[in-house]
């Protein structure tokens, strides 16, 4: 409601963007698609609804009032919030209408995630189902915020994340390994080594990284305190999925999952660039929501403890 309880009608608030980016009431109509009059009505009511001028109509094309320049960007933050608001809202929607909601990282995502759901596809109905991929640290955050019942990722004992802290429910699904690799040169051998005189270029994982967080928590204990300053860090990403490509181009070595590059180790793309050592076992983990959840949720949860 603006001045005097009036209402406010949001094609005036087009209308008025429209002879903003014109400056001429017959063309702003026009594109509208609605008839002049109609159109200078709108225009009028809503400057009575904000209680000043917008436009100068005695200018030619209609220009925009110190009051008008100021409304402008104002009412375009506005529209733009609204619009979100209604994507935010829809996708909201969207994922309470689904009968399964999970968050997994983006390699687990192209790796375990389908093999893994249709197996437990053949031993229970699901209904639809909701999948986000992002990052390790994105993920908690969605079950942080009650947004998903389910997140897979990576996780080592070492290495607590946030959800271990907060102390969700955890069941390790499979395990993993991260492997150092690289692109090999002419003769077959690895571009970028391990345990040679030459610091090797390392591609890196981000501190959103699940798998960043465990290799920095164990790099001491497991490689000695000075593994970490031996290395030269030469790209850094979240994504597995990215560091393999790198590692592929023979830009470094990266620590893989077993799960992304086992091809590519049996076809001779990546080698092993730590001579069957420095390797990393991890788990495949699946989190839940604390909270009771919907029937086919629970037995989802009920069938992964039973092992199944």
Known sequence: MGPGNRPLDLEWLEDFLALAESGNFSRAAQARSIAQPAFSRHIRALEEWVGVDLFDRSAHPAALTAAGKRFQP????????????????????????????????????????????????????????????????????????????????????DAPGRLDEAQYPMQRLSGDVLVPVAAPDARGLPLHALGTQQAPSVLAYSEASGLGRIMRAIQDSEFGKDFAPSLSVVFTAHHAALLRTMALEGRGLAWLPMSLVADDLRGGTLVDAGAGGWRVPVDIRLYRQQAHMAPVAEALWQLVKDGA
């Open 74 to 157: 104002l009412l375009q933050e506005v529209l733009a919030a609204l619009e979100a608001a209604r994507i935010k809202t829809r996708a909201a929607h969207d994922m309470a209408a689904a009968s399964l909601s999970f968050a997994a990282t983006h390699v687990l995502s192209l790796t375990f995630f389908p093999r893994w759901l249709g197996r437990v596809e053949a031993r229970l109905s699901l209904g639809p189902i909701q999948t986000i991929s992002d990052s390790s640290q994105a993920c908690e955050d969605l079950m942080l915020q009650r947004r998903v019942q389910f997140v897979l990722c990576h996780g080592h004992p």
